[in-house]
């Protein structure tokens, strides 16, 4: 992705709906981080656990902390900082998810982008949930590896930096992580195989 | 990446691996984002990423200093492209389908404004729409009116959002290039042209410029005075004060 960073002369100090003061410069870089990694947010929140109308929710939450805490993060870490709001964001939600104890089917139904095509719209569901699925079936510490291998294509000393562990932990963790989605990929073929039949 | 899991198997694993990345950042919540974080859609034409193909063409551009300024000064434009890119083949986070504000601050360059082209049409400041109570979509719903376009069929929210902010920024381009009279034409067809309209702040904040820039002063601080009391909490409040100031 080519991110092309414009800067624009702002002469005022504004006020964040936080009540954060915002130097121009402080307001360009926040700007810069909602627009380049938005999406690496969102998608993170999503397969760390978070679905439905609190993934938008949970989006703004992230980047209203980084706001707060803009000065804090140091220059090329801000991936690593939105990740881990980013976990603890989801964190939260799964508990919350938990503490109602049981989901609705409604509810489920919403784990789903409602915007897409019907035929494509049942694929999707279809592998969002198995995903959904298997996901729920790994250790956080485990998912964050394989979130940010597999759907952030990061090598391991990016994830490394990122989660500030050592790359041998990073390689152990995301051994485990193949082996448990091998073996729940391998589970659900059997269980749709034994149903076809 | 290397394959995960054994080739029989490998289908289900490429579909499950790409349900995983088939999730972004919607346009609408980005524009939500910025100006929950105050400051506003401009922000979204500040960076330009061209992820999309659509738009590959911009990032051309978009080092010099013509994009710069075009971008800088128009946040509408950004705005538009974030909607366009919705149309890229991945899951978008929930469509909020209701943005209400899209902050654009205008240029205040001071540059000399040369005199309006001979086919404007006089606008009458008695004419002119004056901001109805509530700019929301819920503002118009009693009107009878439908937008429809050309074909008859009803237009989805993003398309008459696009199709807003494409109105709008024709407005700002008129204002840029010092044609105020223009710009008032064109906000005087907005509230006929968007019963339902998402953007009614910006347009009433562009109408206060407007007024401003054609030397209706007095007309335009109290406007913006009327704005400023119904809305005290706007994101687009200080762009409406700066009018006020003699």
């Known amino acids: ?197 | 990446m290397e394959p995960i899991l054994d080739p029989e198997l490998r289908d289900l694993e490429e579909a499950l691996m790409s349900a995983g990345r088939e999730v972004n950042m919607s346009p609408q919540l980005r524009m939500k984002t910025l100006t929950a974080l105050g400051i506003g859609g401009a922000a979204a034409a500040a960076v330009v990423t061209t992820k999309f193909g659509t738009w590959g063409w911009w990032s051309t551009k978009a080092g010099t200093a013509w994009t710069a300024g075009m971008v800088g000064s128009l946040g509408i434009v950004g705005a538009v492209m974030l909607l366009n890119s919705n149309s890229a083949p991945t899951q978008n986070t929930h469509d909020t389908s209701q943005v209400t504000r899209v902050e654009a601050r205008a240029s205040t360059s001071t540059a000399e404004a040369p005199l309006p082209p001979a086919g404007t049409p006089p606008v009458q400041l008695a004419d002119l729409p004056i901001e109805p109570e509530q700019t929301s979509s819920s503002a118009a719903e009693g009107s009878t009116q439908q937008q429809l376009p050309s074909g008859g069929q009803p237009q989805s929210s993003a398309s008459r959002l696009r199709e807003e902010l494409s109105h709008l920024s024709k407005v700002e381009t008129a204002l840029r290039a010092g044609r105020p009279d223009e710009a008032l034409s064109l906000l005087q067809e907005y509230p006929a042209r968007f019963p339902k309209s998402q953007l009614g702040l910006e347009a009433e904040v562009l109408t206060i410029q407007a007024m401003y820039e054609g030397g209706s002063i007095a007309a335009a601080q109290t406007r913006a005075r009327r704005f400023l009391d119904r809305h005290p909490n706007s994101p687009l409040g200080a762009r409406a004060k700066q009018y006020l100031r003699e």
């Open chain 1, 1 to 197: 992705m080519v991110v092309v960073a414009l800067s624009f002369p702002s002469a005022h100090v504004v006020q964040s709906t936080q009540g954060v003061a915002m130097t121009p410069a402080s307001d360009l870089r926040l700007r810069d981080l909602v627009v380049a990694q938005g999406d690496f947010v969102a998608r993170s929140l999503r397969n760390l656990g978070v679905w439905g109308g609190e993934l938008d929710d949970c989006v703004q939450k992230v980047f209203l902390v980084v706001a707060r805490r803009l000065e804090d993060i140091e220059p090329g870490k801000e991936r690593a900082f939105l990740f881990s709001c980013a976990q603890n964001t989801a964190a939260h939600f799964r508990r919350s998810v938990a503490r109602k104890k049981e989901v609705s089917d409604e509810a489920l139904v919403h784990r789903v982008d409602v915007s897409v095509q019907p035929d494509r719209l049942i694929e999707q569901k279809r592998h969002r949930e198995l995903l959904d699925r298997i996901l729920e079936t790994m250790d956080e510490s485990v998912r964050s590896v394989f979130v940010l291998h597999s759907f952030e294509e990061m090598t391991m000393a990016e994830i490394a930096n990122v989660l500030d562990v050592p790359a041998g932990t990073v390689a152990s963790r995301l051994r485990r992580a193949r082996q448990i989605f091998k073996e729940q990929v391998s589970s659900l073929q059997l269980r749709g195989t034994e149903e076809s039949a």
